[in-house]
């Protein structure tokens, strides 16, 4: 079945440590996308990616690192987390060469930093 | 450049009233225009979209929208609220173009009263 993943589901880490956050998805789609969301906030791009070795800095700054090796794979790294890393990250992907943009999405990370 | 408003960061109805969260934008091409849901600690669900043709759209779970180009808006609306339709909702408007992204509003959180 068609689909995008996302692990791991919730984490709980201390400030300082490197994480990666993984994405992968089923559907054949070039276009990949990180977005940050606060609980009950608005969604802010983090990230997006057209395709292999394509990646590009969104709208909102953000301190965190993404490749783009595999067309399936989009993987999130914060070299360094912090307290104000603390949110919940979600993963999309999108049919290529579409206007419409119509993206799909994963379940989400949701990640503390203590 | 396209944006999407969201009047309404809150909404609260009687479970079998009326559910309308509206959603105004700007855009200076033809818009491609979704409506997503969002359940706690999970990702966004595509309710439905507008992309050409009939400007009344039906969606997933009983909503549906209409595109009223006069108006700038893509209200969202059910006949019935039930109580699973307690959620947040996302509005959002494709920038257009294989290389533009979606442009998401601010969000209504819906909740449903017994």
């Known amino acids: 079945e068609a689909d995008i993943y996302q692990t791991p589901r919730y984490l709980v880490i201390g400030t300082g440590k490197k994480i990666t956050l993984e994405c992968s998805q089923t559907?054949?789609?070039?276009?990949m996308y990180w977005y940050q969301q606060d609980p009950g906030m608005e969604l802010h791009l983090i990230h997006y990616?057209?395709?292999?070795?394509?990646?590009e800095k969104g709208d909102l700054s953000s301190e965190s690192t993404v490749s783009r090796i595999r067309t399936e794979h989009f993987p999130l790294t914060l070299e360094s987390a912090r307290p104000s890393h603390t949110s919940q990250y979600l993963c999309a992907s999108s049919v290529p060469g579409l206007a419409i943009n119509e993206q799909f999405f994963g379940p989400g990370t949701r990640l503390t930093v203590l | 450049a396209q944006s999407v408003t969201q009047l309404g960061s809150h909404v609260s109805v009687s479970e079998g009233a009326l559910v309308l969260l509206r959603c105004n934008y700007s855009s200076s091409v033809p818009p491609y225009l979704f409506w997503y849901v969002q359940y706690p600690n999970q990702g966004l669900q595509l309710l439905l979209k507008?992309?050409?043709?009939?400007?009344l759209v039906k969606g997933i779970n009983g909503f549906e929208a209409e595109f009223k180009k006069s108006e700038t808006s893509f209200h969202l609306t059910k006949p019935s609220a039930h109580m699973s339709d307690a959620a947040e909702y996302f509005c959002?408007?494709?920038?257009?173009?294989?290389?533009?992204?979606?442009?998401f509003g601010k969000g209504t959180k819906l909740s449903v009263k017994p």
């Open positions: 990616s057209y395709g292999v070795n394509s990646t």
């Open positions: 959002a408007v494709s920038q257009g173009g294989s290389q533009g992204n979606l442009i």
């Open positions: 559907m054949g789609h070039d276009k």
């Open positions: 507008y992309t050409t043709g009939a400007t």
